[in-house]
């Protein structure tokens, strides 16, 4: 029998979509994408849509008929709710929101977690709840693993907990918390050994990933330090993208990535952007002092909240960057210091990222590691 699938709420080109498996978040032109799992009130995801935007959704807890989303900038705006279900679509905000439900009559309706499940309160928390403003928190034990689990330097398995705001019952996972590694016994010369040793593989390892690409990877031409491989990426054995990092110190660096076409086609340049631009907004400013756990989680959400208010607010701009002597449009974005250009070149896409550099005057040739000349032609 042909399984029949219900859509309860549509806004924007975004839909919530019911059927005999569950609940579904997605594109109303394509069908059900993301599950919905989960009890309602906890049920929620998000999802990109087909013309670049984002959904963010899901089913409304027992007794809520209306959901407030606090956007990245602090404002509050009403989601579209009916049917047990909400929906909420942004063109920049690609992170998981703050939601406060609330019933006919504007009184908050918490989810309900499961009153067996251990809990205390958070006496150390620092931060107000983003969608509430609440000030209280209690740090809660999902037994049934639904948060996850996790274990600290390869000890057992235990099932992770969250931090819940005590007046709405907003979330916030804790993580993974590392107790320091016993004290280390060998010598500083075995240390400094066991460093080049690690090293040496490391450069072998590059190599032999430089020797076998298929694609041209673009660096800094000119007066920069010599660039590093800082990472790559593959798929089905193949590398599919390649980093290289020029650095003048900490906080005064450039980053290159190169990548091929086909590694992530369904991103505009303004969203390769806008994630560049994110990793390279990360000043926290001073860390607290001694804090809980729960606490801390408390304090590094509220930071990243803000990281990545400043990257959606940033304003759209266009350079010039010339690629072995092309000029090239880039799609630019900058926020605290930082900056980050994206285009597509070719069967490739660039996507520059500076920190305490300028774009200006910047040009790109292929890169050839530990020699003068440059590498094969991108025509």
């Known amino acids: 029998m042909r399984q029949v699938t219900e859509t309860l709420l549509t806004h924007e080109g975004a839909a919530v979509f019911r059927d005999r498996d569950g609940y579904w978040l997605g594109d109303l032109g394509s069908g059900p994408g993301t599950g919905l799992a989960g009890d309602p009130g906890q049920a929620r995801a998000m999802q990109g849509l087909s013309d670049g ?107 992770n907990g969250v931090v819940v705001c005590v007046c709405c019952g907003y979330e916030i996972s804790t993580g993974v918390f590392y107790a320091p590694l016993e004290d280390d016994t060998r010598t500083e010369q075995e240390q400094q050994e066991d460093l080049e040793r690690f090293q040496a593989e490391e450069r072998e390892r590059e190599q032999t990933m430089l020797a076998n690409l298929d694609f041209v990877v673009v660096a800094a031409a000119g007066a920069w330090p010599a660039g590093e491989i800082g990472g790559h990426g593959s798929s089905d054995n193949r590398t599919t993208s390649v980093t290289v990092q020029h650095t003048l110190d900490d906080r005064c660096w450039l980053r290159i990535q190169t990548l091929r076409f086909e590694e992530e086609p369904w991103s505009s340049a303004i969203e390769l952007a806008r994630g560049g631009l994110i990793s390279a907004v990360h000043e926290f400013g001073e860390w607290p002092g001694e804090l809980s756990e729960p606490a801390l989680s408390l304090w590094l959400d509220a930071r990243e909240g803000e990281r990545n208010a400043a990257v959606a607010a940033a304003e759209e701009a266009t350079a010039t960057v010339h690629v072995e002597g092309t000029p090239v449009g880039f799609t630019v974005l900058d926020a605290d210091g930082a900056w980050s250009a994206a285009a597509d070149h070719g069967d490739l896409r660039i996507v520059l990222t500076g920190r305490g550099v300028p774009l200006a005057d910047l040009r790109l040739q292929p890169y050839a590691p530990d020699d003068d000349e440059a590498g094969t032609s991108l025509s």
Do not use: K
């Not at 909420?88 to 499940?117: C, K, M, N, S």
């Open 53 to 159: 935007r984002w959904a963010h959704g899901g089913r409304l807890p027992h007794g809520a008929t209306r959901a407030t989303v606090a956007r990245l900038d602090g404002t509050l705006i009403e989601a579209v709710a009916g049917f047990g279900a909400w929906l909420y679509v942004t063109a920049v905000e690609r992170h998981r929101l703050p939601v406060r439900f609330t019933d006919d009559d504007g009184g908050i309706v918490r989810p309900e977690l499961p009153a067996q499940w251990p809990r205390e309160p958070v006496h150390d928390a620092t931060e107000t709840c983003p969608a509430c403003a609440g000030e209280a928190w209690e740090y809660i034990v999902a037994l049934d693993g639904s948060r996850g689990q996790s274990s600290s330097n390869d000890g057992p398995m235990e099932n």
